[in-house]
C-alpha cells in the first residue's frame, strides 16, 4: 500500500478552505512538518500510532531554550529519527539554527522514494508558532 | 432497519467504527488506502473513532440495558431498583469496634471528646477514630470505647488482641489493645422478658449458640432449648442452667430480672465463641448481583404466604445493616416444622450479634401467618492451609503478600457450607508472580490434603482463614 496519494494540506489548524495536495514532495514535507509538531505518543490518545511524532514534545520543546552544541545535534538527530520514521523517507538532513530574536530555523532536504524533497521551518519565539515552506524538487 | 437490543448493547471496537467510516468515505470516491499515521484525514477519522466508540461502547449500552435487570449495572441498576422496585441500594458500612485505653503507673487522666483520638493498627495501616467522649483515668484502664474506620468498607477486618495498635494522636502513656472476650458481648436478646444470660465455663472452638424460650417463667420455672452451631433444637426443661453446653465447654446460666415476667415464651438469646472486637462490620456497596437477587426477590413480597425468597430479601434489606448481609440461605428446620432458620454472612465470614439481632428484629416484625424466622450467623472454622511452595528470591515479599491476598479472596469466597478446594488452591497459588513451583504432595486443608467441606444438612459454617499463611517458602 503506498503511503503517497491524496491528503488534505495541513500542518496543524484546519483551513479555511481544504485544499488537495497531490504533490508526492510536499506531501511527504508536509507530513514531516506536522511530525515534528506533534509530541510522540500523542496519536495514542485516539487510538492510532504510538510512535507517530517528536521525541520530547514537539517542536516547542526547543523554543526559547538555550542549546549547548551537543544538544543542537541531539535535536538534529531528533528531527531526523521522527521524519526517518515514514518508511517513504530515505534520507533526510537537518540542519537547525537560532536568529537573534531566539527563533527556530530548520531547514531539511532528503530523499523519498519518489524523489528529494526540501521544507523550512520557522518556530516564532514568542508564540512558539511553526511555518513551514515546502520546496518542490527541480 | 430493525435494531434489535443485541446491537444496541454490542461494544463496538475502534478499528471497527474506523473501518466503517473508511467505507463510507471509499463509497464517495476518497483515496482512503492511502492514508499513514500522520496524515490530515486519518487523523481525523482516528479521532472521530474514538469518539464513537465511547459513546457506542459505553453511553448506548448503558442507556439501553437500563430497564432490564440482566443489564443494568452500578448507577442504572441502582435508579432502576429505586424507581420499578422500590429499593434503596445498600450503601458501604464503616467498622466499628471496641478498644480498650490503658493509662501506665503515673499517667493521665487523658480526658477526650469524639473524634480526638486516632489509632491505627500496624499490620493493616488500618486507621479509626473516636466516636465518643471519655476520659482514660490515672494509671487506669478505659474499656469499651467504641472506634470507626476511617472508611467504610470490608477491607478494614483488623483481627481482634492485635497487638500492634498505636495512637496517631499521641497521649503520653497510653497503650491500646483491642480485646475479644470467650463469648461475644452483649448477649443478643430478641423479645419481651427482662432476664439475661450469664456466660462461663472454658469454650472451645469457634461456635453460635442461639437459646429459644419455649415456655414462660422465671430461672428454673421456664422450659428451654438450644441450637448449636444451626443444628437441630435441643430442650435441656425448666433448668437455670447448663454446663458444658454440647461438650464444648460452654456454661449457660439464667439470670432472672428485677421484674415482670424474666424469660418469655419466644424470646431468643444469640451468643457466639469466641466474642470479637468488632460490633459492626465494615461492607463495600452492595454488589449489581445482590442488588438485582433483591430485585427479583421483591415480588414475593407481595404475597401473604411466604417463601424462601422473600425472607432472603428482608435479610438483605434490613435498615442500618446494609450491605453487611452478602450471604444468606434459607432453610427450613428439619427438627421444627414452622420454624425457618435463616444464615447470614458477610464479606468476612459471620456477621457481630449486634447485627444479627438487627436482622432478627427486622424479620421478625415481618411473619408470614405462622413461620417462625430464626436468624443467625454461622458458626467460624478456623482453616489452616500448609506447603510447601517455591519463589523466586527477588520476588519473595510481593509473592508472601499476593499469596495472602488470593487465599483470603478465595476463603472468604466459598461462602455458607461452601467446599475449599484443594486443587483451586494451588492453581491461584501458582498464578501469583514470583511462583516457580508448589510441591503438591505437601498442600493441605487443616493437615488434610484434601477438600475441605464446611457444614452440612444441619449445621452452618462458614471459613476464617488463618493468617498468617502455613505455607513453607522456599526461595530459588
Redesign the interface.
Same mark, same amino acid.
Request: overall charge negative; cysteine-free.
Given at each position: @500500500? =503506498?503511503?503517497? +496519494? /491524496?491528503? %488534505? *494540506?495541513?500542518i496543524l489548524d484546519r483551513a479555511l478552505v481544504s485544499t488537495l495536495v497531490t504533490n508526492p514532495s510536499i506531501l511527504i514535507a508536509q &507530513?514531516i512538518a506536522? =511530525?515534528w509538531q %506533534?509530541a510522540k505518543g500523542a496519536?495514542a %490518545?485516539?487510538?492510532?500510532?504510538p510512535n507517530? +511524532?517528536l521525541a520530547g514534545g514537539g517542536l516547542v520543546q526547543y523554543v526559547n531554550r538555550r542549546l549547548s552544541p551537543n544538544e543542537i545535534a541531539a535535536m538534529q538527530a531528533n528531527l531526523e529519527a521522527a521524519a526517518l520514521y515514514?518508511p !517513504?523517507v530515505l534520507s533526510i538532513n537537518v540542519s537547525v539554527s537560532f536568529t537573534q530574536s531566539g527563533s527556530l530555523t530548520i531547514n531539511a532536504s532528503g530523499q523519498a522514494t519518489t524523489g528529494p524533497f526540501f521544507l523550512v521551518g520557522n518556530v516564532n519565539s514568542i508564540t512558539a508558532e511553526a511555518v513551514f515552506n515546502f520546496l518542490q524538487g527541480p | 432497519m430493525t435494531t434489535t437490543l443485541q446491537q444496541l448493547l454490542t461494544a463496538l471496537t475502534?478499528t471497527q467504527a474506523?473501518n466503517d467510516l473508511l467505507g463510507f468515505l471509499s463509497a464517495e470516491g476518497f $483515496?482512503v %488506502? =492511502? &492514508? $499513514? #499515521? +500522520? *496524515? /490530515? !484525514?486519518?487523523?481525523e477519522m @482516528? #479521532?472521530i *473513532? *474514538?469518539v464513537l /466508540?465511547d459513546v457506542v461502547t459505553n453511553y448506548i449500552p448503558a442507556i439501553a440495558g437500563g430497564n432490564f435487570l440482566d443489564y443494568a449495572a452500578t448507577d442504572w441498576l441502582r435508579l432502576l431498583a429505586a424507581q420499578k422496585f422500590n429499593l434503596e441500594y445498600n450503601k458501604a458500612t464503616a467498622t466499628v469496634g471496641l478498644v480498650t485505653l490503658t493509662a501506665a503507673t503515673g499517667s493521665g487522666p487523658y480526658p477526650f471528646n469524639a473524634g480526638d483520638l486516632i489509632i491505627t493498627f500496624g499490620a493493616s495501616g488500618n486507621r479509626y477514630t473516636n466516636m465518643f467522649s471519655g476520659t482514660v483515668p490515672l494509671s487506669g484502664d478505659l474499656p469499651g470505647v467504641l472506634f470507626r474506620a476511617a472508611f467504610a468498607g470490608s477491607q478494614y477486618n483488623d483481627p481482634a488482641n492485635s497487638g500492634d495498635i498505636t495512637l496517631v494522636t499521641p497521649l503520653p502513656g497510653v497503650s491500646l489493645t483491642n480485646p475479644a472476650g470467650d463469648y461475644s458481648d452483649p448477649v443478643e436478646h430478641v423479645g419481651a422478658g427482662t432476664g439475661d444470660l450469664t456466660l462461663g465455663g472454658t469454650p472451645i472452638g469457634s461456635h453460635q449458640v442461639l437459646i429459644n424460650i419455649d415456655s414462660s417463667g422465671a430461672s428454673g420455672v421456664a422450659s428451654w432449648s438450644y441450637q448449636l452451631d444451626g443444628a437441630p433444637f435441643v430442650s435441656v426443661g425448666a433448668v437455670s442452667s447448663v454446663t458444658n453446653l454440647g461438650g464444648d465447654g460452654i456454661n449457660i446460666t439464667l439470670v432472672n430480672g428485677g421484674s415482670g415476667t424474666s424469660f418469655v415464651e419466644g424470646d431468643t438469646y444469640l451468643f457466639s465463641t469466641p466474642g470479637t472486637w468488632i460490633q459492626d462490620q465494615g461492607s463495600d456497596d452492595e454488589s449489581n448481583d445482590s442488588l438485582k437477587g433483591r430485585c427479583r426477590g421483591r415480588w414475593s413480597s407481595l404475597s401473604d404466604i411466604a417463601t424462601e425468597e422473600y425472607y432472603d430479601v428482608l435479610a438483605r434489606s434490613t435498615p442500618s445493616v446494609g450491605s453487611q448481609v452478602t450471604q444468606v440461605i434459607v432453610l427450613p428446620d428439619a427438627e421444627i416444622n414452622n420454624r425457618l432458620n435463616i444464615i447470614v454472612a458477610g464479606p468476612e465470614g459471620a456477621l457481630p450479634g449486634g447485627t444479627v439481632d438487627d436482622i432478627q428484629a427486622y424479620v421478625s416484625s415481618r411473619p408470614r401467618i405462622t413461620d417462625n424466622p430464626v436468624v443467625q450467623s454461622p458458626a467460624e472454622v478456623d482453616i489452616a492451609l500448609a506447603g510447601t511452595v517455591y519463589v523466586s528470591f527477588s520476588q519473595l515479599a510481593t509473592a508472601q503478600a499476593a499469596a495472602q491476598t488470593a487465599m483470603l479472596d478465595y476463603v472468604n469466597g466459598v461462602g455458607i457450607n461452601g467446599t475449599i478446594l484443594l486443587s483451586r488452591i494451588i492453581e491461584l497459588l501458582m498464578e501469583i508472580t514470583g511462583m516457580i513451583k508448589i510441591n503438591v504432595a505437601t498442600v493441605t486443608i487443616n493437615s488434610v490434603a484434601a477438600d475441605f467441606v464446611l457444614g452440612d444438612s444441619s449445621t452452618f459454617e462458614a471459613a476464617s482463614l488463618t493468617i498468617p499463611l502455613g505455607l513453607t517458602w522456599v526461595t530459588v
Open positions: @500500500m =503506498a503511503n503517497y +496519494g /491524496v491528503d %488534505t *494540506s495541513r &507530513w506536522r =511530525a %506533534t496519536l %490518545t485516539i487510538g492510532d500510532d507517530y +511524532g515514514s !517513504e | 475502534q474506523y $483515496p %488506502t =492511502a &492514508w $499513514p #499515521a +500522520g *496524515s /490530515v !484525514e486519518r487523523t @482516528m #479521532a *473513532s *474514538s /466508540v
